[in-house]
């Protein structure tokens, strides 16, 4: 009887140990279904032999973070991802949420972000480590155009004032694994300073980039945005290093206007000329939010594009490079901003060398409650050169240049949207979004293939987004 009584104090007591420790778990995510109609994306309706008819397919994902809270200084976070796929396929195929009969390639939840986050002991200093989102400084577009995406990195940030903070951090973005120098790594600072009326966030950001990464391994990578347009494969290291500077300003001290806007340089350096790639962007937006019914909001953004240079073949490329970037948009059609999973182009990558200037009028509330529109005028036209075309690069091909989404200085392109969403409770928003684009090009100008020559594309997108 005694060894039972003793044992059962021991139980009790792991219990109670084990119940004091345990973190608080807090889960938040974003599950949406989305169904798509598209036509004429590629812009080849006229181009014999292309797929060209209407397209339709519906899409699902669901990502959920979970936050296991020990207090209010520390905490681990892990995000998970289900899909994005059609359905049909992979994830999504018949019979495929059968774990015994399909292979767990097909259908499986993937850790999108596993990080752990907490505050040095009686300081301001806050340290997050692991994998987790990474975006640097942006006032306009919803995310910078050089680096927001997923990596592994360690991130320290604090305040030094009242009105000034630092942000450092360090990052791997590749590593082709022991005894080899395929790697890319990122050295982040930013210094953050806000005061009444505005806010100002300078930064910068170094890429050591290893002599074992060519172009061809970057080629169809998350981060072949660094490949120049004739980017080549060299003996003696593709890539010797790249670096970033930029700020991003935001201005309310006129409210209800308030301005945003954001200059961004990067280059990318090689012993080659031919892999060199240096590139800037500007960006700017006016909102006006004293109306109570809708926001207007005028903007124009700027990215320097290839010049007759770079067309000679050994030429280094003289658009903007991008580690990687996920959340940038204007409009919701060409330039990505879809509200739900595959109704945008988004072809980051290749659109880069372009100026556009547009109207968006957003949150229009409309008749009925929780109703309301987003309209987006734009209007864009390239800044590469019209003979960019005329080079080739490793794998036979122009990196990052492609019909139907890059821009030369002759081509316009034209986007119409107008979306609507509907609460229809405060976590679940049911959308329609319509699209319209109009590209104007000429097939001398796509190495004289029949039926390149712009033309129309549309989409309707709808579905429904439960956000908890």
């Known amino acids: ?32 279904v989305e169904a798509n109609w598209n036509s004429n994306w590629a812009f080849n309706k006229d181009v014999a032999g292309a797929s060209n008819g209407a397209a339709f397919a519906v899409s699902q994902r669901a990502t959920t973070t979970f936050e296991f ?22 994830s999504f195929a018949i019979g495929s949420g059968d774990s015994g009969t399909n292979d767990n390639t097909q259908n499986r939840i993937t850790v999108r972000q596993a990080y752990i986050d907490f505050n040095w002991p009686d300081t301001t200093v806050h340290v997050r480590a692991g994998y987790q989102g990474i975006s640097l400084p942006a006032a306009f577009g919803g995310g910078s155009l050089v680096l927001d995406e997923e990596i592994g990195a360690a991130v320290v940030s604090g305040s030094m004032t009242d009105n000034v903070g630092y942000l450092v951090g360090y990052a791997r973005a590749a590593d082709g694994g022991a005894n080899t120098n395929a790697y890319i790594d990122a ?3 930013a210094l953050p300073m806000s005061f009444e009326g505005f806010s100002f966030a300078p930064f910068g950001m170094y890429a050591p980039i290893g002599d074992a990464t060519t172009a061809t391994s970057l080629i169809g990578s998350k981060m072949q945005g660094l490949a120049a347009n004739n980017a080549t494969d060299v003996t003696d290291g593709s890539f010797d290093n790249a670096y970033w500077l930029g700020a991003a300003f935001t201005m309310d001290l006129f409210d209800p206007f308030v301005l945003m806007a954001d200059v961004n340089y990067g280059t990318v350096k090689s012993s080659r000329s031919q892999n060199d790639r240096s590139g800037w962007l500007f960006d700017a937006a006016l909102e006006y939010k004293g109306f109570d019914f809708m926001t207007p909001e005028l903007f124009f953004v700027y990215t320097s594009g290839e010049d007759g240079n770079s067309s000679k073949g050994n030429g280094s490329s003289e658009r903007m490079p991008v580690l990687a970037a996920q959340n940038w948009a204007i409009g919701s059609f060409f330039f990505g901003g879809d509200r739900l999973l595959m109704g945008s182009i988004q072809e980051t990558n290749d659109y880069m060398g372009f100026w556009a200037l547009g109207l968006s009028l957003k949150d229009i509330q409309s008749f009925a409650e929780g109703l309301t529109h987003d309209v987006h005028l734009i209007y864009a036209r390239g ?43 405060d976590e679940l928003t049911l959308s329609l979004d319509l699209g319209y684009l109009n590209l104007d090009t000429k097939e001398s100008r796509w190495n004289n293939v029949s039926g390149m020559k712009g033309g129309d594309a549309w989409k309707i997108s709808t579905g429904v987004a439960y956000k908890f």
């Open 1 to 32: 009887m005694k060894r039972l009584i003793i044992l059962a104090v021991l139980c009790a007591f792991v219990l109670s140990a084990a119940v004091a420790s345990a973190a608080d778990i807090k889960a938040s995510g974003a599950w949406v």
């Open 69 to 90: 809270i020990a207090n209010e200084n520390l905490k681990g976070v892990l995000q998970t991802r289900y899909g994005t796929e059609q359905w049909g396929q992979k």
């Open 187 to 189: 050295y982040v600072a």
């Open 383 to 425: 800044t590469n050169d019209k003979n960019s075309l005329d080079v080739t690069g490793a794998g036979g091909s122009n990196h990052n240049f492609t019909y139907g989404r890059s821009l030369t200085e002759k081509d316009t392109l034209y986007e119409i949207d107008f979306n609507t969403g509907y609460k229809l409770y």
